[in-house]
């Protein structure tokens, strides 16, 4: 079992910075395989930072140059910083990791945090 706590979600105006975090815990063999998705009011849940499988960051045209994706495997947290915010980052954003067995691949999430932003 993977257990995942993010936090740091508020509202904030446009153009203000935040940074969310998320706490990662349980059977996990590396960090790399936590992303971070959203899920804007009547959007699906979209993908918005992962580490590729050479372990480098990547990102949707809809946040690339604004948005970073980091880790710190001491502490076992993947962080999201948000700069430059603009309404349409208004979503519930959440932490994932998969975990891949022989029998595929298994989806965690988290409870999510929510950001607004306000024009």
């Known amino acids: 079992q993977v257990q995942l706590v993010e936090s740091g979600g508020k509202l904030v105006h446009a153009g203000d910075s935040l940074r969310l975090s998320c706490a990662v815990s349980g059977s996990i063999v590396s960090l790399s395989a936590t992303s971070w998705y959203r899920q804007g009011p009547g959007n699906q849940r979209e993908l918005v930072a992962k580490?590729?499988?050479?372990?480098?960051?990547d990102y949707p045209d809809s946040v690339k140059g604004r948005f970073t994706i980091s880790r710190d495997g001491y502490k076992n947290m993947v962080y999201l910083e948000m700069n430059n915010l603009k309404p349409e980052d208004k979503a519930v954003y959440y932490c994932?990791?998969?975990?891949?067995?022989?029998?595929?691949?298994?989806?965690?999430w988290g409870q999510g945090t929510r950001v607004t932003v306000s024009s």
């Open positions: 994932n990791h998969a975990r891949y067995s022989l029998s595929g691949r298994t989806d965690y």
């Open positions: 580490f590729t499988s050479r372990d480098m960051p």
